[in-house]
């Protein structure tokens, strides 16, 4: 991995010159030389897209808008919709984190932060690019019929694109579980991948349907969510989940899950 840190450019958005001077002392340390640093969110999409990063550093707070901002920007445009993104932040609130993690950030990297966890966080957004293909003995990933539900066309569209580079070859996609539930009874899955907070039917409300009424009772649920309330998670556990991850999600992490829960 050493090499592979050393390969990278990285574009760092940091207003601050003391932290950003912090931060590339960091970088040197983990061996990355190749990086631009800029003050903006405008320089650094002007930068982006002339020459898309392979990683890409912002803290929450720019001049001129919030991290959240950038990243949901690269988000929405063709040539940066998969460029990593870790948000450096001292917030702790979870409407704020949860906003920055709707947005597209890969990981949220907390301050004050040291280069080891510069450097896991880094390798950790990095797998996104690259992740490891999904292995099963009696199964082929590609015949995988896999449902991910989220009320996030964004959320939705990283996943799928994560799955995908996984090896999962038919990914269909639902807003939330009003919309899932007669996809459900019209079709057989080998996977559902939902999110937990939605409108209309929830995360919850849609594993019970799938648990108590559906005709594939049995099928593997994964929940990926930013939910932070352990009442919360437990009742979902109690309900038949069969996996619950926190969204972002490392791909090794889902990639072990999914690998687990389709060889019951």
């Not at 009696?138 to 995988?144: A, F, I, R, T, V």
């Not at 807003?175 to 459900?184: K, N, Q, V």
Request: no cysteine; net charge negative.
């Amino acid at each position: 991995m050493e090499h592979q840190l050393a390969s990278l450019y990285v574009v760092l958005v940091e207003p601050s010159r003391s932290q950003a001077r912090i931060i590339i002392r960091q970088f040197e340390e983990l061996g990355i030389h190749q990086f631009a640093h800029l003050h903006t969110g405008e320089e650094a999409l002007e930068s982006i897209i002339n020459d898309v990063p392979d990683l890409v550093i912002s803290s929450l707070y720019l001049e001129d808008m919030s991290g959240s901002d950038l990243v949901l920007k690269m988000r929405n445009s063709e040539s940066t919709i998969d460029t990593p993104f870790i948000l450096i932040s001292t917030t702790t609130s979870f409407r704020e984190l949860n906003l920055i993690k709707q947005a597209g950030a890969s990981a949220v990297l907390p301050k004050p932060f040291t280069s080891k966890d510069l450097r896991r966080s880094v390798i950790t957004t990095m797998e996104w690019e690259n992740p490891d293909r999904i292995e099963l003995e009696d199964l082929n990933p590609e015949s995988l019929q896999v449902l991910v539900v989220d009320d996030s066309a964004l959320a939705r569209k990283m996943i799928s694109r994560t799955l995908q580079k996984m090896g999962i070859g038919h990914i269909t996609q639902a807003s939330d579980g009003s919309e899932a539930i007669p996809m459900i009874q019209s079709n057989i899955y080998d996977l559902i991948v939902t999110d937990l907070n939605m409108p209309e039917v929830d995360g919850r409300e849609l594993l019970r349907f799938i648990r108590n009424e559906s005709n594939q009772s049995s099928v593997p649920v994964l929940m990926v969510t930013t939910e932070g309330d352990a009442s919360k998670l437990a009742a979902v556990q109690k309900d038949g989940v069969s996996a619950i991850v926190d969204k972002p999600f490392r791909p090794a992490e889902i990639k072990q899950m999914i690998e687990s829960a389709l060889s019951n």
